[in-house]
């Protein structure tokens, strides 16, 4: 294993549309998943649960999202971020490598959005990688105090040679984000407009790998009306050389 493929996507909880016209594209975006071909997923907005939607849709999956997206041959980590009314929900992590470890911590700013960080260890080849998978908040003040908690948090639970990736929706307008992310060692591959959002007509660029430890070499992100019917995100593909 030399090249690494990674993806993010936020999956909107596999719903689109508001109200009455809301369709469920969970089933969908199992066959996207599989058509990412990508050794680790890290997912955001996925539900554990939902009593509301599972009613209200004839083909609501039995199992939780992360389970029912996992490819065959493939390893589901997920953890809650969020609470609500009807269900919860938060990130996941999909790893073709056997999962060593898995770690979470909660990244909320304020009581508004409830936010966390998940973090997964797995083993590629002989080597072991650390994956975080976020979800940061849509407040920028927000956004840089749990980049400061992202950082304590490497700091403290990540060995400094251990190869590291750190993946998610970001809510980074303009990337202002990166220079924090270099601090800490982290590069992601600066590719000609790779815009995730909105998923219909991309416009800026919201979801990032960022690795440390591993060189970038590659970036990809799907396009077309299959895609921006799944989600108001599209997925972004990245290879890192280990």
């Not at 041959?73 to 938060?90: I, L, R």
């Not at 590291?164 to 590719?191: E, H, I, S, T, Y």
């Amino acid at each position: 294993m030399s090249v690494l493929r990674i993806a993010t996507y936020n999956i909107h909880k596999g719903v689109q549309g508001l109200g009455p016209v809301r369709r469920l594209e969970i089933h969908n975006l199992g066959h996207a998943v599989e058509q990412l071909d990508a050794d680790i997923v890290c997912l955001q907005e996925v539900r554990k649960l939902h009593r509301r939607e599972e009613r209200y849709f004839t083909r609501w999956p039995e199992l939780p999202q992360a389970e029912f997206l996992c490819p065959e041959g493939y390893f589901a980590v997920y953890q809650t971020n969020a609470k609500t009314k009807h269900g919860e929900h938060g990130n996941a992590l999909l790893s073709r490598w056997p999962v060593v470890s898995q770690g979470h911590e909660d990244m909320s700013d304020h009581r508004f959005e409830q936010r966390g960080l998940l973090h997964v260890q797995v083993e590629v080849g002989r080597r072991e990688v650390h994956v975080i998978v976020l979800h940061l908040g849509l407040i920028a003040a927000s956004r840089a105090r749990q980049i400061e908690q992202l950082s304590r948090y490497v700091e403290r639970e990540i060995p400094r040679k251990a190869p590291l990736v750190v993946a998610g929706d970001m809510n980074d307008w303009g990337a202002k984000l990166r220079p924090a992310m270099n601090k800490m060692g982290l590069q992601d591959f600066a590719g000609e407009r790779p815009w995730t959002y909105p998923s219909r007509m991309p416009l800026a660029q919201l979801d990032f790998v960022y690795a440390r430890g591993m060189k970038p070499v590659g970036l990809e992100i799907p396009r077309g009306r299959i895609w921006w019917r799944m989600s108001d995100h599209l997925p972004l593909i990245a290879e890192f050389r280990l």
